[in-house]
């Protein structure tokens, strides 16, 4: 009667290394596509902040002549999940402009690193950019402020 031998068989060092490489490829294409959908999602966190920041701004002027900076209408200096550094760097009677900065991991975000709103009158801006000149062109401008 023949006899059957098994031998056990593991992966060559060849098959290995394919395996290895194949995976790096695949990793390499999807980590940046999921680390900016990660910025875009963290995005979701100033938009909340400026929604409460306007309305605080719109009570404040319904009792007064005017807006006001951040302690007066009792608003946090940094968004709720902590992804911006918010601040009014101006007020008057007819509007005022709120600054948010990217902090931590949101920083890399560059072309939506700061964002602007600007409430001049009845009119809202929403601005953005990689720097506090906040100049991006419109394209650029309206991916930084939608979902």
């Given at each position: 009667m023949p006899k059957h031998t098994t031998s056990a068989r593991g992966f060559t060092l060849i098959e290995t290394l394919v395996a290895m490489a194949v995976a790096a490829v695949?990793?390499?294409?999807?980590?940046?596509?999921?680390?900016?959908?990660?910025?875009?999602?963290?995005?979701?966190?100033?938009?909340?902040?400026?929604?409460?920041?306007?309305?605080?701004?719109?009570?404040?002027?319904?009792?007064?002549?005017?807006?006001g900076d951040l302690a007066e209408i009792g608003a946090a200096a940094v968004s709720q999940a902590s992804h911006y550094r918010l601040q009014i760097t101006a007020?008057?009677?007819?509007?005022?402009?709120?600054?948010a900065t990217a902090t931590g991991t949101q920083s890399r975000d560059s072309e939506c690193r700061v964002m602007v709103a600007r409430a001049v009158g009845m009119n809202l801006v929403y601005a953005s950019g990689s720097d506090a000149s906040a100049a991006n062109a419109d394209t650029i401008n309206r991916r930084c402020w939608s979902l």
């Open positions: 695949l990793s390499g294409i999807a980590l940046p596509s999921f680390e900016g959908q990660l910025r875009k999602a963290r995005r979701a966190d100033v938009l909340a902040a400026v929604v409460q920041i306007q309305g605080a701004q719109e009570r404040l002027r319904s009792r007064s002549t005017r807006y007020f008057t009677a007819d509007g005022y402009e709120l600054q």
